[in-house]
């Protein structure tokens, strides 16, 4: 088969005649098409039939070694058998309560247990709700109103959230001081007023300083689901010191590292512990939560407030929820050793693509920690979100159609997860296709 872009997607239509077909029906019902803009593929994305373990299948028939793993939800891989027996069991017994249940008790107590920070933990939805509840808690713990985030992290798509997510050229100003880019229309000035952007260097830290008056709360993710890049140990120390010094809140948003990279996160693998944590992905099982974890010291302050702090959600904490929860915290505390092994595989298919790409002289590098990765258009690893910039977009897109081709899907970001369920096999057929697309999109250029 030809090289060419217009022969692969001609492929790939003539692999997937269904999902054509309900594509053409879901642009006509969904806006764009799509239910998030994230699930985006060439030539329409591929709708799933099911999943089992490390594969997803389509309606086609076509079966993919699944690196998307639902945005890093599944650690465990798709249904694993310890969580299903559990959801089957609550099914039962009813779906939602709007009244306590046991399996709350058991569920807070394990991610407790779990996490260095936390003292008691709060339940939500979605890990964009998690980060709402935090920041409001942050704001009435301390009685200010703004909350410091740095350039290039994702914490969510709600109006004080989704600011400079990306560094566009275009918006991004300086990289001492980079200006506020909203990631969506419709996000009010009152939000606005409310959020102050960080550079990844040393100015952040002059910043909080000379905002410490105002600031509630500084929130990072220690690694950047954008770009897969790991923040260095050191840069969060220091935060924690110049935060605890300015009396201000410190947030890490571990929304994908909880419980993907050790039971701790990236507490446990750095070391240093934030003053709130948030939560989602995982720790639900495969259902939509979210979760906050801090001091009860800090609770109880901002419950003592004049307005009183409080949170509600008719979904928040249901019981199928916190029964698949329940049973994923318990499996993965009984069964730590998956953490060192996929920090292994991480490492191998890593150095074997980056050793590759080098030995050939091609562009392309692989950033990640762990079981968390993504490939990138460019000879140098990126190590700052600017450094992403200036990537050949169309050959990263490319590069997309011929993971597909190969049957291994990612999101089409790039951002990318493998799980437990993902044998040395599976990870060596993974590493083989990414040469080969890469190999392939070298050769449709040469
Ligand atoms: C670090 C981080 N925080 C928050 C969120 C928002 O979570 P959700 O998509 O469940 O709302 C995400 C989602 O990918 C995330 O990666």
Redesign the pocket.
């Known amino acids: 088969m030809s090289n060419s872009k217009e022969a692969i997607l001609q492929e790939l239509r003539t692999r997937t005649p269904k999902s054509g077909e309900f594509w053409q029906q879901a642009k006509d019902l969904v806006p764009g098409g799509l239910i998030s803009g994230a699930r985006k593929m060439e030539p329409y994305p591929v709708y799933v039939d099911h999943s089992k373990g490390a594969y997803t299948w389509d309606i086609d028939g076509n079966r993919y070694i699944d690196c998307a793993m639902s945005?890093g939800v599944h650690v465990l891989g798709h249904g694993p058998e310890a969580v299903l027996k559990a959801l089957h069991e609550q099914c039962e017994r009813g779906m939602s309560y709007g009244m306590p249940h046991t399996r709350e008790v058991e569920f807070t107590r394990r991610l407790i247990e779990c996490v260095p920070c936390a003292e008691i933990a709060m339940v939500c939805n979605?890990?964009?709700e998690s980060?709402m509840l935090a920041w409001r808690l942050m704001r009435a713990a301390t009685g200010k109103h703004m909350i410091a985030k740095f350039e290039g992290c994702?914490?969510?798509w709600h109006d004080y959230a989704q600011w400079s997510v990306f560094a566009d050229p275009e918006t991004m100003g300086p990289e001492d001081r980079p200006h506020m880019s909203p990631g969506s229309a419709g996000i009010p000035d009152g939000a606005k007023n409310t959020v102050l952007v960080l550079p990844f260097n040393d100015n952040a830290f002059q910043l909080i300083q000379a905002h410490a008056h105002e600031l509630a709360g500084v929130a990072i993710?220690p690694v950047l689901?954008g770009g897969m890049l790991t923040v260095d140990a050191a840069f969060l120390e220091k935060l924690r010191d110049v935060t605890r010094k300015a009396g201000v809140l410190l947030h890490f948003?571990e929304?994908?590292t909880g419980f993907r990279l050790a039971l701790g996160g990236c507490q446990e693998l750095t070391g240093v512990l934030p003053d709130v944590a948030t939560y989602?992905?995982i720790i639900g099982g495969g259902l939509p939560i979210?979760a906050v974890a801090c001091s009860k010291e800090m609770v109880a302050i901002a419950q003592k407030t004049d307005d009183g702090f409080s949170a509600a959600g008719t979904f928040s904490g249901n019981p199928l929820t916190l029964t698949t929860g329940a049973a994923m915290l318990k499996y993965l505390q009984q069964n730590s050793h998956i953490y060192p092994d996929m920090m292994a595989k991480g490492e191998f298919l890593r150095n074997g693509f980056n050793d590759w790409c080098a030995s050939k002289g091609y562009p392309f590098c692989m950033t990640g920690i762990g079981s968390m990765f993504q490939i990138h258009a460019k000879a140098e690893l990126p190590v700052f979100p600017r450094d992403l910039l200036g990537q050949d977009q169309d050959a990263l897109a490319e590069l997309q159609l011929h993971f597909r081709l190969n049957n291994v899907i990612l999101p089409w970001m790039h951002l990318a997860f493998f799980s437990a369920a993902h044998t040395q096999e599976d990870i060596d057929a993974m590493l083989q296709t990414f040469k080969a697309s890469v190999a392939g999109v070298m050769a449709a250029r040469a």
């Open positions: 945005f979605t890990g964009t980060t994702y914490h969510g993710e689901g948003d929304v994908i989602g992905k979210g």
